[in-house]
């Protein structure tokens, strides 16, 4: 069974950071290209950033280039995102994904 379960959200004034956890079983980790996506309140999922299998490739929506970095730690089966000069805008709820697939997300708040 596919488990996903992020950790790792708060609140947090504008501005300022958060780091994201996601730990994974049920599938072979190391293999599968992973994704982040998040729901703010009233509004649609929405995709974050994506990483290859091996880490070296990564991918942003426009709005969080330069903001968010996404790596994995393949030997732990886990997933990261850093959230730096956060916004309002950012606030929802942050999913880890296995392509559409996503478990237990994280709330992230962002304001003063």
């Known amino acids: 069974e596919v488990q996903l379960v992020a950790s790792g959200g708060g609140l947090v004034q504008p501005g300022g950071s958060l780091r994201l956890s996601c730990v994974a079983s049920g599938f072979t980790f190391s293999t599968t290209e992973m994704n982040w996506a998040r729901q703010a309140p009233g509004k649609e999922l929405e995709w974050v950033s994506t990483?290859?299998?091996?880490?070296?490739?990564?991918w942003f929506r426009s709005s969080v280039e330069g903001r968010f970095t996404i790596s994995r730690d393949n030997a732990k089966n886990m997933l990261y995102l850093q959230l730096n000069s956060l916004k309002t805008e950012d606030t929802g709820i942050y999913y880890c994904?296995?392509?559409?697939?996503r478990g237990q997300g994280t709330q992230v708040t962002v304001s003063s």
């Open positions: 994904r296995k392509g559409a697939y």
């Open positions: 990483i290859s299998a091996d880490g070296r490739n990564t």
